[in-house]
């Protein structure tokens, strides 16, 4: 478990596995500028949650353990990880995906031989914007049409932060 100062987020297991299932298969917890989700079985989010050779999923809890989002990395290759996060709307605006972005980052830094670690976001969804900016993310780019949003090719955002902007850990106080 990594735990920062008001959350801490914790590595997707059987334990979680309801939570992480009924998230990641609810619409409402998508915004309008994300692609919804494939959905999917328990035998399938079984499978996925196993399988953390090059990804893993974290759920994002407040401090008393209540479950409010999942932040995943992927992609691990020439030194490279992206990630991608979401928290349940009645808990946007309060701090906790800014907080959970840092623990990751710290994290991947202290844990990964990487030296980049990247995110996209679509150019309308100003609050993950500003999430990426807070933690030391630049905006690189646009993917012009890459994103299939609700019928819709969308523009995406391509964000990155390299080891040496990061320098050391800004949250994470504790990993178990």
């Known amino acids: 478990m990594l735990e920062g100062k008001s959350i801490h987020l914790k590595l997707c297991d059987r334990e979680n596995l309801d939570y992480f299932l009924d998230f990641w298969n609810n619409l409402d917890y998508y915004s309008d500028y994300e692609g919804i989700m ?42 490279s990880i992206t990630i ?18 840092q623990l990751m980052t710290d994290y991947l830094f202290l844990a990964k031989e990487i030296h980049r670690i990247q995110a ?3 150019p309308e969804n100003k609050a993950s914007q500003r999430i990426l900016e807070k933690v030391g993310f630049k905006r690189e780019g646009v993917s012009r049409r890459s994103s299939f949003v609700r019928g819709q090719w969308r523009d995406e955002y391509n964000y990155s932060i ?8 800004r949250t994470l ?4």
């Open 84 to 101: 991608g996060y979401a928290i349940e709307p009645s808990e946007h605006g309060k701090g906790y995906g800014t907080e959970a972005l």
């Open 38 to 79: 494939e959905q999917m079985t328990k035998a399938e989010a079984e499978k996925r949650i196993e399988d953390t050779s090059k990804k893993a999923t974290f759920i994002i809890q407040k401090k008393d353990g209540t479950s409010i989002g999942l932040i995943v990395y992927f992609g691990q290759s020439s030194g």
């Open 173 to 176: 106080t504790k990993i178990k």
């Open 162 to 169: 390299l080891r040496e902007e990061w320098k050391e850990p």
């Open 120 to 122: 996209n976001t679509d």
